[in-house]
């Protein structure tokens, strides 16, 4: 298995605001490729700004030690200021505004500070247990891969505020002991932005730039002092207690290498002015030496160069600093990919989506006009007539196919078993079904209502006895008035809950479960286009009308109680006779049955009667039952299309929107976009992108037609929509509606994404030559040609970025990262060699770990001091020569707050400071009495050279100076 497919033990260790930062990228990368997954990458964040902390992705609150306290400066002292009094200024050099500093808010660029915080931050169990349990985690054992008792930790931040270059090497020094104390082999690399990055690319006030770049170089000097104390190349003693009763040990480094990255190269070539592009560089960099074949032929080469070592240890030296630049070929695919799915989610509004909609809006713009010009009896377009009158238009006489398809699946031709071929009309067949269900189900929701639908018609012989005639009627009766008191409450209450469980209540059955009465059977099985339902709910609407208008239950109502109570009234009589009256004066007459026709007569109206009014009581119920139905379902469907429409009237905008999103993605990664950050973007540029687009449109041109899942999957949602907004009640409020966003997920980021990614990868998806190649086509120029010249810039591009006063010190490498796919499309061994291996020191390294898309260039100067950094050079002051080393910014910057605190010290004993004063005196302060907390009394930059300098300001001035002049460089 590869090393980047089973990573050794990694934790990335964030110090200060931009450490975090870094490795909190450095994590998401890990997790984008899958590597987090080997549950064998830890991560922790150290810092005393807990607004820096709060903005992290990855970094968790149990991942996260805040080395801060909310005690101010002045309460740690009175606590701690005897242990803290070897390397601490008195409070009484303090102004007010440190002493009450707190440290939540970060150290304010002082050093002596951010020490302060995490030596108090050390006393907290909690904090000591996050630690732990970041160890403990990747180290434990599983059923997937081996321990072998090493980790690899990586610490990353800056060397120019407060936070990270006052607590960088305590981290280190704290968790080689506490791996090692473990049993566990701990190779511990930093990786560091070095000053000038923040004062350039960040643009930091110019007041603040000197106490920055001295912050680098103390820094830089503790780093020197512990590396040579620990490797026992020093003849001075230098004692540093990174934890309490904690101190350095022989052998114990603290990084076995250390990464530095500064703001320009040694040609002066940079990254421009931008933070971002430096920090982003910092990122990937680690990430390659952590988790790529990059790492590991990096170890065998440079930090385990052991000649290289021994040769340092001869000088007196330590040989661990690494200079770093990354710059790389980049076919941007993702991007490419993204540009692709929002140029066919553009083609779609600008193709059918939006035609009715547009012509609606012509319609109504001539309307209004015809209306401003003073024309009257003009009748308004209204937006359902219009849509489904211009749909069958392109439909049925311009017969377009898009629009042929939509009104297909609404007029459908169904064939039966003998092959008949008959039309399906779907808004018929599901207001039918609809109808029926619901009458049935009103006819079924009492037994009394179940008794009275079941009610047969009086025939011939009801009614023949006379001398039960009126017992008969009397019966009669009061089933006809209770069937219709019956009807009538049933109508009351019974058909809105009869609809709420027939339509609204079907949102949650799943698809099985649909019948042919329910809605989402014909909105959404099938997947139907949204403008298909449209049409299906404009095309309801008007059937619900039409069939509204055809009901006359409700004069029905009126001529069943007018009949029930005057059917047998002698209007020449009063009071009024009902039936029964007439049935009691039937019985009572004196004639034989058989010879008394006025009997016959009644019986036979009577039976004409009661078979009257039960047909006028069934057409009551179902039309009444109809016109509550059509009522509610009308509602419905207007606020289900209002839904719809806004949906539609967003995307008229979204056009617009996304037309200006197209626009800024083809021009998004011209050949000189990426320069600034090292990338050499490749077939990226707006002729490539429209070239690529231009050739894909043929190709997917019918892609929309299949696209079943997100037409059902955008209707769900719109319905979904519109249903929370029916449940809202009065005093909730839902978030705002967008179709835009809508539109964009469901069919940029979904349907168009993933039909180009899964049907047209090949349109996309290149290897880096590939693109080389097809930009050197697209250019009208020689591939070969083309191709050496980009990798000839690129390489340049990598030179790392640390200037050196001996641009030979140390030693060159430069990787190429190439993966198999990119190697076969070169398909000639000697062009391959010619075009990445052409220079000493080129190595081309091919893995398919390495992305067919990018090749990157890796370039390394190892095996450095930090005497070879041009920026820490004293100078040579006795050579009035150009040619001459010259004093290095950082070491000017440091040398400059040093001799300005003397000298106040020396003429103004005892006065007040002022905060910035104090501060950069702090942070210089610090510098010294970190490397060498309890010194001996020899001469040189001790740690309590100023505080003794109270007492012995000549001597200590002297020690100051000697400081500079050691031998070895000016570390």
Same mark, same amino acid.
């Given at each position: ?30 997790? /984008? ?164 990055? @923040? ?73 421009? @002015? ?63 990919? /993204? ?54 238009? @392109? ?19 169904? /064939? ?75 109508? #009351? ?9 027939s339509v609204i209540a079907a949102m949650f059955l799943g698809e099985t479960e649909w019948k042919d009465y329910h809605l989402e059977s014909y909105l959404l099985r099938g997947g139907p286009h949204l403008l298909q339902v449209r049409y299906f709910l404009y095309q309801l609407r008007d059937l619900i009308t039409q069939r509204t208008n055809a009901l006359t239950e409700q004069n029905q109502r009126t001529s069943i109680e007018t009949t029930l109570r005057e059917a047998f009234d002698d209007p020449n009589t009063k009071p009024i006779e009902s039936a029964l009256d007439v049935a009691l004066q039937r019985t009572?007459?004196?004639?034989? /049955? ?16 009661? &078979? ?16 509550? !139905?059509?009522?509610?379902?009308? &509602? ?40 600034s950050d090292g990338s050499r973007y490749v077939f990226a540029d707006r002729a490539a992108k429209q070239r690529t687009w231009a050739d894909l449109r043929v190709r997917i041109e019918a892609a929309s037609y299949g696209a079943d899942k997100v037409n059902a999957a955008l209707t769900q949602a719109l319905i979904e929509r519109f249903r929370a907004e029916g449940r809202t009640g009065a005093w909730e409020v839902l978030p705002a509606f967008s179709g835009n966003a809508l539109f964009r997920e469901q069919m940029v980021e979904g349907h168009c994404r993933e039909t180009i990614a899964r049907q047209f990868a ?110 820490? &050079? ?52 610090? #510098? ?31 020690? !100051? ?11």
């Amino acid at each position: 298995m590869s090393e980047l497919a089973q990573p050794r033990p990694t934790l990335l260790v964030g110090v200060g605001g931009i450490g975090c930062w870094l490795a909190d990228r450095v994590y998401a990368m890990s997790m /984008e490729t899958g590597i987090a997954d080997s549950g064998r990458i830890g991560i922790l964040g150290f810092d005393t700004d807990s607004n820096d902390l709060h903005k992290l992705n990855h970094l968790k609150d149990d991942q996260l030690v805040q080395s801060s306290t909310a005690e101010t400066v002045f309460s740690v002292l009175g606590r701690h200021g005897e242990r803290m009094d070897e390397w601490f200024v008195d409070d009484d050099q303090l102004v007010a505004e440190v002493r009450q500093m707190v440290l939540l808010d970060g150290a304010g660029q002082i050093r002596m500070l951010s020490r302060m915080a995490f030596d108090v931050a050390l006393q907290d169990a909690g904090k000591l247990a996050t630690i732990d349990n970041a160890i403990s985690a990747i180290a434990s054992l599983d059923n997937r891969t081996q321990f072998d008792g090493k980790i690899n930790v990586l610490i990353v931040g800056s060397l120019a505020g407060g936070t990270g270059s006052g607590m960088f090497l305590q981290t280190a020094l704290l968790l080689g002991g506490m791996l090692r104390a473990r049993g566990i082999t701990p190779e511990i690399r930093g990786l560091f932005l070095l000053p000038d990055i @923040l004062t350039l690319a960040a643009r930091l006030p110019t007041d603040q730039i000197p106490t920055v770049r001295a912050n680098g170089y103390a820094a830089l000097k503790e780093l020197n002092a512990i590396g040579m104390q620990t490797r026992q190349r020093t003849n001075r003693t230098v004692r540093f207690e990174y934890a309490m009763d904690q101190g350095l040990k022989r052998d114990a480094v603290p990084f076995t290498s250390v990464t530095l990255l500064d703001y320009e190269s040694q040609s002066g070539g940079n990254l421009g @002015l931008g933070l971002e592009a430096y920090r982003e560089l910092a990122a990937k960099a680690a990430y390659t030496l952590l988790f790529s074949p990059v790492g590991g032929t990096f170890n065998a080469r440079a930090v385990n160069d052991v000649r290289a070592k021994i040769n340092a240890a001869f000088q007196g030296g330590d040989n661990s600093i690494v200079g770093l630049g990354l710059a790389s070929i980049v076919y941007p695919q993702t991007a490419m990919l /993204e540009y692709l799915a929002l140029s066919y989610g553009l083609s779609m509004l600008h193709g059918h989506w939006l035609r009715l909609d547009d012509i609606f809006r012509a319609d109504m713009q001539r309307y209004h006009a015809r209306v401003a010009n003073g024309e009257t009896n003009l009748e308004k377009p209204t937006r359902g007539e219009s849509f489904v009158r211009n749909l069958e238009h @392109l439909a049925l006489q311009e017969r377009v196919r898009f629009f042929r398809d939509l009104h297909a699946g609404v007029y459908r031709r169904v /064939e039966d078993d003998r092959g008949n071929e008959t039309q399906s009309i779907q808004f018929e067949d599901f207001l039918d079904a609809l109808e029926r269900h619901v009458i049935g189900a009103f006819w079924q929701s009492s037994s009394k209502l179940k008794a009275a639908q079941g009610r047969e018609d009086l025939g011939a012989d009801a009614l023949s006895d006379k001398h039960a005639l009126a017992d008969d009627v009397r019966v009669y009766e009061r089933q006809l008035k209770a069937d219709f008191n019956e009807i009538e409450r049933g109508l #009351a209450g019974v058909v809105h809950d009869l609809f709420h469980n027939s339509v609204i209540a079907a949102m949650f059955l799943g698809e099985t479960e649909w019948k042919d009465y329910h809605l989402e059977s014909y909105l959404l099985r099938g997947g139907p286009h949204l403008l298909q339902v449209r049409y299906f709910l404009y095309q309801l609407r008007d059937l619900i009308t039409q069939r509204t208008n055809a009901l006359t239950e409700q004069n029905q109502r009126t001529s069943i109680e007018t009949t029930l109570r005057e059917a047998f009234d002698d209007p020449n009589t009063k009071p009024i006779e009902s039936a029964l009256d007439v049935a009691l004066q039937r019985t009572e007459s004196a004639v034989p /049955e058989w010879l008394d026709k006025r009997f016959r007569e009644f019986a036979s109206a009577y039976r004409e009667h009661y &078979n009257n009014v039960l047909a006028m009581l069934r057409k009551l119920a179902e039309e009444g039952t109809k016109r509550q !139905l059509y009522h509610l379902l009308d &509602n419905y469907v207007v606020q289900m299309l209002s839904v719809i429409e806004r949906f539609f009237d967003d995307l008229n905008d979204l056009k617009d929107t996304l037309t200006i999103d197209v626009n800024r993605a083809e021009t998004a990664h011209s050949p000189e976009s990426g320069l600034s950050d090292g990338s050499r973007y490749v077939f990226a540029d707006r002729a490539a992108k429209q070239r690529t687009w231009a050739d894909l449109r043929v190709r997917i041109e019918a892609a929309s037609y299949g696209a079943d899942k997100v037409n059902a999957a955008l209707t769900q949602a719109l319905i979904e929509r519109f249903r929370a907004e029916g449940r809202t009640g009065a005093w909730e409020v839902l978030p705002a509606f967008s179709g835009n966003a809508l539109f964009r997920e469901q069919m940029v980021e979904g349907h168009c994404r993933e039909t180009i990614a899964r049907q047209f990868a090949d349109s996309y998806r290149l290897t880096a030559l590939e693109a080389m190649r097809r930009e050197a086509v697209l250019a009208g120029r020689s591939p070969d040609e083309l191709m050496d010249e980009i990798v000839a810039l690129v390489a340049n591009q990598s030179a790392p970025l640390l200037a050196l006063s001996d641009p030979l010190a140390g030693q060159g490498y430069r990787f190429w990262t190439i993966s198999p796919a990119n190697e076969a499309n070169i398909g000639n061994a000697v062009r391959f060699q010619a075009l990445f291996a052409q220079a000493n020191g080129n190595t081309p390294l091919v893995e398919p770990e390495f992305p067919d898309h990018t090749l990157s260039c890796l370039s390394m100067q190892v095996n450095l001091m930090l005497r070879d950094l041009r920026k820490l &050079n004293p100078g040579l002051s006795a050579e009035d020569n150009v040619s001459a080393a010259q004093r290095g910014i950082y070491y000017a910057a440091y040398r400059t707050m040093v001799d300005s605190a003397m000298a106040h010290e020396r003429h103004h004993p005892g006065t007040p400071k002022s905060l910035l004063y104090t501060a950069s005196r702090q942070a210089m302060a610090s #510098a010294g009495r970190s490397t060498r907390d309890r010194s001996d009394t020899r001469g040189g930059a001790g740690p309590g050279a100023l505080r003794r300098l109270r007492r012995r300001r000549g001597a200590r001035a002297l020690g !100051l100076g000697t400081a500079r002049r050691q031998a070895g460089g000016p570390l």
